[in-house]
Each structure stands twice: as C-alpha cells, then as structure tokens.
C-alpha cells in the first residue's frame, strides 16, 4: 500500500476547504477524502491544530511569500507590475481565499496568518508604488485601492475573466498615473 505524503494532506485540505469550507474540515473527512486512517494522518500532524498551522502555513508561503520572493530582483515599476499580475493571477484560488478570509473571521489562528497575508501583500505593494511616487499619501492610496481591486475582482459571481482583469488592471494603474500628476 502506497504511503501519503504530508503534501496529499494538505492538498486534500485545500480541497475540503474550497468545497465544504474550514467547518467541513474535519479529520474524518481529511481520511475518507485520502481513503486513509487516523493512524496515517497523526503519522503527519501532532493533532488538528498541528495539521491547521501546515495548512495555513503553506497558503501563505504560495499566496505571498514565493511570489514576492520571485518578484524582489525586478527594479522597475512595469517589470515588478508585469510579474505580480502574472504570479499572483497564476496563484490565486478564489475559493480557497474566500473560504480562509471566512474561516479568518471566527478562528484566531487563521485570522493572525490572514492579517499577515494581507500586510506582506499591502507592503509590497507600497514598496511598488513608491517607485511611481515619493508622496506617502499616494503610495498608501494606491496601494489600498490596488490590493482592494485584486481581493474584490476575485470574489465577484460570476468570475471576472482574465482579460477584462488586465484591462481593468490596467485602466487602474493609468488612473493612478494622471491622479500622481496632479498632485
């Protein structure tokens, strides 16, 4: 019989989660999902908790932190936009990040990795913007509103298809350079 690995774990997480959201994620669906037993799964995980922090964990490695790690040697304004719209498009899981952002609500574990997220992502994208400006008050505006459009762009029903996004995206992004103009 063929072992599963930590990653099937948490992949099967991911699952349960965008199906059933984090009430549905329970060990005995975890084990009826992988066909395995509870044996196999705390071969893994000290206990739900345990398996709760990997899982939120490796979101947040593949939501914020790879990205930005994959991104950080790019110098210019377009270049670092160009790659964010194409790593961050290519991450997104929209309903897996609806049912984090749920889950983050009524579960103080998610919520600190939730909050953390959201910081890393809104500091890059200040870090972004100040290269377009050197007004503070610029780069805080920009950065909110663009992180608003990434997060509310993947919730609406139906799903905003990708070249709308860019076309919007990019429509945002000139709004953003005739309003520092005008400062």
Same mark, same amino acid.
């Given at each position: 019989?063929?072992?599963?690995?930590?990653?099937?774990?948490?992949?099967?997480?991911?699952?349960?989660?965008?199906?059933?959201?984090?009430?549905?994620?329970?060990?005995?669906?975890?084990?009826?999902?992988?066909?395995?037993?509870?044996?196999?799964?705390?071969?893994?995980?000290?206990?739900? $908790?345990?398996?709760?922090?990997? !899982?939120?964990?490796?979101?947040?490695?593949?939501?914020? &932190?790879?990205?930005? #790690?994959? +991104?950080?040697?790019?110098?210019?304004?377009?270049?670092?936009?160009?790659?964010?719209?194409?790593?961050?498009?290519?991450?997104?899981?929209?309903?897996?990040?609806?049912?984090?952002?749920?889950?983050?609500?009524?579960?103080?574990?998610?919520?600190?990795?939730?909050?953390?997220?959201?910081?890393?992502?809104?500091?890059?994208?200040?870090?972004?913007?100040?290269?377009?400006?050197? $007004?503070?008050?610029?780069?805080? !505006?920009?950065?909110?509103?663009?992180?608003?459009?990434? &997060?509310?762009?993947? #919730?609406? +029903?139906?799903?905003?298809?990708?070249?709308?996004?860019?076309?919007?995206?990019?429509?945002?992004?000139?709004?953003?350079?005739?309003?520092?103009?005008?400062?």
């Amino acid at each position: 019989m063929k072992r599963t690995d930590k990653n099937a774990w948490l992949a099967e997480g991911f699952k349960i989660l965008r199906s059933k959201g984090a009430a549905g994620l329970t060990i005995e669906k975890l084990t009826q999902g992988l066909k395995k037993t509870k044996g196999s799964f705390y071969h893994h995980f000290k206990n739900k $908790n345990d398996y709760f922090q990997q !899982l939120l964990e490796q979101w947040e490695e593949q939501q914020s &932190i790879e990205i930005i #790690q994959n +991104i950080q040697d790019k110098k210019n304004l377009e270049e670092i936009n160009e790659n964010l719209v194409t790593l961050s498009g290519a991450a997104m899981d929209p309903k897996t990040e609806v049912a984090i952002r749920a889950w983050a609500l009524r579960d103080p574990l998610a919520r600190k990795f939730q909050e953390r997220i959201d910081t890393r992502r809104v500091d890059f994208l200040k870090n972004m913007f100040s290269l377009m400006t050197q $007004n503070k008050g610029q780069v805080e !505006l920009f950065s909110m509103i663009r992180y608003c459009f990434y &997060i509310g762009s993947h #919730q609406i +029903i139906p799903a905003m298809d990708e070249k709308i996004y860019k076309q919007h995206l990019a429509a945002l992004m000139e709004m953003f350079e005739l309003y520092r103009k005008l400062e």
